[in-house]
């Protein structure tokens, strides 16, 4: 049973540059949540997109979006990148939308700008 | 919004030793506990979870307990292994804002062989 997976495991941009991260949910999961994981700190909550939709959305500037495909995987794209952007991102996957499913995550993307 | 916080940030056991790692949140509306282990260059992985109607829960060498009252949860974590060696962070969510999960800022467990 495949997990989540994303790609790629690493990537260093330069500021001003735009990035997009992918992501794979889980088998059987139609939904799919972005976290952003400062170095020595939890993750934070980006966006969650199900069926193709931004359903709910983080604390984060529209310089962040994202994009859920017809089967279900996920983009994350960062535009005008700021050095604060370096950090580890991380796709969750859950069986649905509803409130206080399990998530389960991937490895993540380590992005570093430089 | 919602606030975890989570004690310690560090914690060394001697192999075969017990570790409790706390957390405490601030939104009474928050039902639903995870807690997630984290090792070096891998995502968060689910350990255990527990929802707010229980009062404690337990899988083999980890028990979670939640005191809804006093708005704080632990993880138990009996007869240590080396492998249990990992990030381990705590999790919060309610209702009303849908699966956006609030995490703690981790706790680093070493277990001494």
């Known amino acids: 049973d495949a997990g989540v997976t994303q790609s790629p495991t690493h990537l260093i941009k330069t500021r001003g540059q735009q990035v997009t991260l992918r992501c794979s949910p889980k088998?059987?999961?139609?939904?799919v949540s972005w976290y952003q994981q400062a170095l020595g700190q939890g993750p934070q909550f980006i966006f969650q997109?199900?069926?193709?939709?931004?359903?709910q959305r983080g604390n984060f500037p529209d310089r962040f979006s994202g994009h859920q495909f017809p089967n279900y995987s996920s983009e994350l794209n960062v535009n005008a990148l700021l050095l604060g952007d370096s950090a580890l991102y991380l796709c969750?996957?859950?069986?649905?939308?509803?409130?206080?499913?399990?998530?389960?995550f991937g490895s993540g993307t380590q992005l570093s700008v430089l | 919004g919602e606030n975890v916080e989570q004690h310690p940030s560090t914690l060394s056991v001697q192999e075969g030793d017990s570790a409790v790692i706390k957390c405490t949140y601030s939104d009474s509306a928050s039902n639903y506990f995870p807690w997630y282990k984290q090792e070096l260059g891998k995502g968060p992985q689910l350990i255990i979870d527990?929802?707010?109607?229980?009062g404690e829960k337990k899988d083999q060498r980890i028990a979670v307990t939640l005191n809804k009252t006093a708005k704080h949860f632990s993880l138990h974590i009996t007869e240590t292994q080396p492998e249990d060696s990992a990030v381990y962070f705590c999790a919060a969510s309610s209702g009303y804002t849908g699966n956006q999960f609030y995490f703690g800022t981790g706790t680093s467990l070493t277990v001494i062989p």
């Open positions: 088998s059987g999961h139609d939904t």
């Open positions: 969750a996957s859950s069986a649905s939308v509803a409130t206080n499913e399990k998530l389960f």
């Open positions: 527990i929802r707010s109607n229980v």
């Open positions: 997109y199900y069926e193709e939709e931004e359903r």
